[in-house]
């Protein structure tokens, strides 16, 4: 399990995560989201031990992260960058991860090698940003990690590609308990493979739940009604084209259909939202909506 408790850490004044709390139990696969600038790339950093906590802490099965070579051993990150050294090779990094990390599987890299087809007499430094990638996971896969961290993970993989790369470390979380956290803008994909979501907003976790639980907290409502709206029903937003109106709510479908079943609707679909959808109205609603800025 990872825990984090009241994380915060500041930089020349500015302050990147404030009083930050997270849990990811062990074997989940969790969505970690949030706009650009929240803080995501920092909490990974101190994730995996890069940077030390100014206050807070940051523990993997109740140990101490930073500075814990044994805790370390047990995790492998992707970041969204990439770096490798010139002059590095295939062979060459596998040989460093094999130093690295202790459960590094050779057979299971042997395995992967006609996933991946990578050409592996040139240099990685000549690889596109996809094919660099690509080794980043064949890397990672091999170790055998407990926890796996992904930060933007698709990001230059052709759609086949991403789909056996998941396919793989979906295998592993059922299989093994492999605990991953996955920080990605791309929330459909997110909502594919996760079962729990952290929403993130200017370092600050905004709310932890289970997908499941957190899909169930808010609806989407196509009404035509010829009265008010009842008053128990809480909106978040509302939009009408026509007679048709557009409603987002708190609570579950099974309550708004019950305050809205007495008025007599001349139509009323209450649908799931998207993690995408709700994403945006619980970052503010309106405020993070597309605006038309042609009117």
Known sequence: M????????????????????????????YGLVGPNGAGKSTLIRHLMGVYRPDEGEVRVDGLAVYENAVVKETMVCIPDEIYYHTGDTIKDLKNL????????????????????????????????????????????????????VLDEPVDGLDPVMR??????????????????????????ELEDICDHVGIMHEGKMMLERSLSALQDNM?????????????????????????????????????????????????CDVLPLSLEEVFIYELGGVDYEVKNVLL
């Open 163 to 188: 789909r056996q790369i998941m396919s793989i470390i979906l295998e592993d979380v059922a299989e093994n308990g492999t605990t991953v956290l996955v920080s990605s803008h791309n929330l459909r």
């Open 2 to 29: 990872i825990e984090v408790k009241n994380l915060t850490k500041t930089f020349d004044g500015f302050t990147a995560l404030d009083d930050l709390t997270l849990t990811v139990p062990t074997g989940a696969v």
């Open 219 to 267: 609806v989407k409502i196509q009404l035509v009604l010829d009265a008010p709206l009842p008053e128990g029903l809480e909106v978040v937003h509302h939009s009408a084209v026509g007679r048709v109106q557009t409603i987002i709510a708190r609570g579950n479908a099974e309550d708004a259909q019950k305050l809205l079943e007495p008025l007599h609707p001349v139509l």
């Open 97 to 148: 991860y094999k130093g690295i990390y202790p459960k590094f599987d050779e057979e299971r890299f042997e395995r992967l090698r006609e996933v991946f087809q990578l050409d592996e007499k040139k240099q990685v430094r000549r690889f596109s940003k996809g094919m660099q990638k690509q080794l980043a996971f064949w890397l990672a896969i091999s170790c055998r990690p407990e926890i796996l």
